[in-house]
C-alpha cells in the first residue's frame, strides 16, 4: 500500500523516477519556464541519475496538451538498420528482429525527439535548461 500523501500544488507539478530530476522540473517551473521547459531539464538530469532507464542512447516520446486543448506529439522511436522491414528480417533466416549483433541496432531517437520538443514548445535555450545537469555531473 501507497502511504504517500496526497499532493497538491497550483502553480504546475512534475513527477519523475529521481528526486534530483523532479527537483529540477519544479526549478524550472518555479523560475517561469514552461511544462517542456520542465520536461527537458529534468530529462538532462534522468540520464545522470537513471543511465539505464532514461538515457541520451534510447528513445524519446512526448504528448503535450496546450492550454487552448490542442494536443501535439513526438515520436523519437529510433530507426533500424537500414531496410529492416518484417521481409528483410525473414530473408535472412530470423523469425523476429535479433538480439544482438548489427541487424538489432538501432539509432537513438531521444536526440532529434527532444530537439523536435524544443523546437515546437520550449520557452527556454538547451544550454540554460541543461546547465544544472552539467553542474550535477561536474560534482559526481
Keep these: 500500500?501507497?502511504?504517500?500523501?496526497?499532493?497538491?500544488?497550483?502553480?504546475?507539478?512534475?513527477?519523475?523516477?529521481?528526486?534530483?530530476?523532479s527537483q529540477e522540473g519544479a526549478?524550472?517551473?518555479?523560475?517561469?519556464?514552461?511544462?517542456?521547459?520542465?520536461?527537458?531539464?529534468?530529462?538532462?538530469?534522468?540520464?545522470?541519475?537513471?543511465?539505464?532507464?532514461?538515457?541520451?542512447?534510447?528513445?524519446?516520446?512526448?504528448?503535450?496538451?496546450?492550454?487552448?486543448?490542442?494536443?501535439?506529439?513526438?515520436?523519437?522511436?529510433g530507426y533500424g538498420p537500414d531496410g529492416g522491414t518484417t521481409g528483410f528480417y525473414r530473408d535472412r533466416g530470423f523469425d523476429a528482429i535479433p538480439l544482438d549483433g548489427a541487424l538489432a541496432v538501432a539509432v537513438p531517437g531521444a536526440p532529434a525527439a527532444l530537439a523536435a520538443l524544443h523546437a515546437q514548445g520550449a520557452s527556454r535555450a538547451l544550454p540554460e535548461l541543461w546547465e544544472p545537469a552539467a553542474r550535477i555531473a561536474e560534482r559526481g
Excluded at 500500500?1 to 523516477?17: C, D, E, I, Q, Y
Design 27 to 77: 526549478r524550472v517551473l518555479a523560475d517561469g519556464g514552461n511544462a517542456v521547459d520542465a520536461a527537458l531539464a529534468m530529462a538532462a538530469v534522468t540520464w545522470l541519475t537513471l543511465p539505464g532507464q532514461c538515457g541520451l542512447g534510447g528513445d524519446a516520446f512526448a504528448v503535450v496538451r496546450e492550454p487552448d486543448g490542442a494536443v501535439w506529439t513526438v515520436n523519437g522511436s
Design 1 to 21: 500500500m501507497n502511504r504517500r500523501p496526497p499532493t497538491l500544488a497550483t502553480g504546475g507539478m512534475v513527477a519523475s523516477s529521481h528526486p534530483l530530476a
